[in-house]
């Protein structure tokens, strides 16, 4: 009995390991070009995980932000198969330097450490990060003058919130999974579409779906979204689990939301 509790703990904590194995082959396999540039933001050093396109032409620019959990490795596989649809990805790491002697998400103890992290972050310094990103992201020769912004769970949020910043120095944000700003009065400010991609079996966030939609209604701004039925939170990082059925909801919601993301992204 003991050997066999102790069996079931070793693959109960070797869960999240195993769960990015998919997106390390994936990353490790791609054919695209990878790098990491560094960028000065708030008195510190900035991680950015960039992803090109095998392309011919320029490419719109988007901006990746990550889950709650940092910059792991699937939020850079999501990069690059984004980029493997033609854009150029760019994930900042936004906890990358933020805490003493750790540079990148990947440093941290465990991912509870690198969540913990990031909820201490400011959210003024998020912004300022984030517009700091943007402005890096113009310069990048390879690019054609569009830029979008995608983020998922508190990214997803952060998402909504840039696009309450940024004014017209973006031409969309795609908001995954993730809440919206919490006072009406900042839905003004917001001059591009805005994209919700939800999960049906994720009260928590769709439970704010109606007060964003009032605010933008009442500001005559868009906002458009699509609840995928069956679909969890986290629906487009579960759903790529190549081990998973094709019929799982998750799956299936994710294959949709790709198809949505770039169709979306084509027509900026």
């Not at 704010?208 to 487009?236: L, R």
């Amino acid at each position: 009995m003991k050997i066999s509790l102790i069996t079931a703990l070793i693959a109960f904590l070797m869960l999240p390991v195993l769960a990015q194995d998919y997106a390390i082959e994936q990353l490790e396999n791609s054919p695209r070009h990878h790098e990491w540039i560094t960028i000065d933001s708030n008195d510190r050093t900035l991680h950015n995980f960039v992803v090109y396109p095998e392309t011919s032409e320029p490419a719109p620019v988007v901006i990746v932000i990550h889950e709650n959990r940092g910059l792991n490795d699937w939020a850079r596989s999501f990069a690059d198969q984004l980029a493997a649809k033609g854009f150029i990805a760019v994930a900042p790491d936004l906890i990358s330097n933020t805490v003493d002697g750790i540079e990148k998400t990947s440093d941290f103890e465990s991912s509870d450490a690198a969540r913990q992290a990031l909820y201490d972050l400011e959210p003024s310094h998020v912004t300022t990060d984030l517009m700091n990103v943007l402005e890096y992201a113009q310069t990048i020769k390879a690019g054609d003058g569009t830029f979008a912004v995608a983020g998922f769970c508190w990214g997803g949020s952060q998402s909504f919130r840039f696009a309450t910043n940024a004014g017209d120095a973006i031409d969309a944000a795609f908001v995954f999974y993730g809440t919206g700003p919490g006072e009406a009065d900042v839905y003004a400010d917001i001059q591009v579409p805005v994209y919700g991609f939800y999960g049906g079996n994720d009260q928590r966030v769709n439970s704010t779906i109606e007060d964003s939609e009032e605010a933008m209604n009442e500001f005559g701004k868009t906002y458009e979204y699509e609840i995928y039925e069956g679909a969890g939170h986290a629906y487009m990082r579960s759903g790529d689990d190549p081990t998973k059925p094709q019929d799982d909801a998750n799956v299936q919601a994710r294959n949709k939301s790709w198809e949505r993301l770039v169709t979306l992204l084509k027509s900026l």
